[in-house]
């Protein structure tokens, strides 16, 4: 029987990888004079407690969580290409959070509930089609923000750094040597991605919203917001059940649309973002690997 490695993953920061294990989470940096910088630190004893095991109530803490680690570390790498040593920690980075989020709810969902509920009340629209076109609204906003940020050089940069975490993290789990040339053969896809993450949010939420019926302009906007939490924890169950199961064909066949959203997520990176991503990887990995190693007998 194969045996059952852990669910490491990661994300993209500014020149760099973040690389996050079960207990402990690790940043390298590829800094202005070519050296790679390293940063690690233990997460939270939130996650040894066993109601992070409950179904849908881990997904909830568990981005919420990753949302807060992510800023600051996009924080942290930002400051290392300009020399800064200022943090975004407490309130400053709380508010910076919860303005991302305002900014994020009301364009890919409260914006496109306004667009079903106009096309209900002015084109006399029922309200299987007003919410069919929300949710294509929604749809288009997602992808069509992704594509335009991608054009931006710096982002550019960004999905390579992406790609390379994807390629190592699958390397890794292909049981292969991390070198840089040989991680480079791996595939920029994954199926616990966060762009994999989101698809699944946006095809949800078409389903979930049609059951809702008719509904007045208010209850509507509230509606998309208090089911978000809802919508996120399902979107998470199912991307993680899905990526467990995906030697299964059928599987592998229904991840396929968010595999390919992620091509305008990823790009191919250089052997020296990959060495980044492997840092990255290797100093998780080896703590991991000493929290769970037995403690040496006294003779």
């Known amino acids: 029987m194969k045996e059952r490695l852990p669910t490491y ?20 940096m590829r800094t202005p004079d070519g050296s790679i910088k390293l940063y690690q630190e233990v997460l939270g004893g939130i996650y040894k407690k066993s109601w992070m095991k409950l179904p849908f109530l881990r997904g909830l803490i568990g981005l919420w969580d990753a949302l807060i680690l992510g800023m600051r570390f996009l924080t942290i790498s930002a400051n290392t290409q300009t020399g800064e040593d200022e943090k975004l920690e407490g309130l400053p980075l709380y508010a910076t959070l919860a303005f991302s989020m305002i900014i994020g ?14 096309a209900e009340t002015i084109l006399g629209w ?16 997602l992808v069509g923000y992704i594509w335009l940020i991608g054009k931006m050089p710096d982002i550019k940069r960004v999905f390579q750094y992406h790609g390379a975490e994807h390629k190592t993290i699958n390397a890794f789990e ?13 595939s920029l896809q994954h199926p616990r991605c966060g762009t994999s993450f989101l698809l699944a949010l946006v095809v949800l939420s078409i389903f979930l919203f049609a059951m809702l019926g008719p509904m007045p302009a208010w ?13 996120a924890s399902v979107a998470y169950e199912y991307i993680r059940f899905v990526a467990s199961h995906i030697e299964n064909r059928f599987f592998r066949f229904i991840i396929k649309p968010n595999l ?10 250089s052997l020296d973002q990959l060495e980044v991503a492997i840092a990255a990887f290797s100093t998780m990995y080896q703590k991991e690997k000493q929290e769970t190693a037995p403690a040496p007998s006294i003779s």
């Open 9 to 28: 993953g990661g994300q993209a920061v500014i020149e760099g990888v973040l690389m996050r294990g079960t207990r402990h989470i690790a940043m390298a």
């Open 105 to 118: 709810v009301g364009l890919f969902f409260l914006l496109p509930a306004g667009a079903g509920h106009l």
């Open 126 to 141: 029922n309200t299987f089609w007003g919410n069919m076109l929300e949710g294509l609204v929604r749809l288009v906003l």
């Open 174 to 186: 292909a049981g292969c040597e991390l070198t840089p040339e040989n991680v480079a053969k791996h």
């Open 219 to 231: 209850a509507r906007f509230a509606s998309r917001i208090v089911l978000l939490p809802l919508l």
């Open 260 to 269: 390919a959203l992620q091509k305008l997520t990823t790009r191919e990176p």
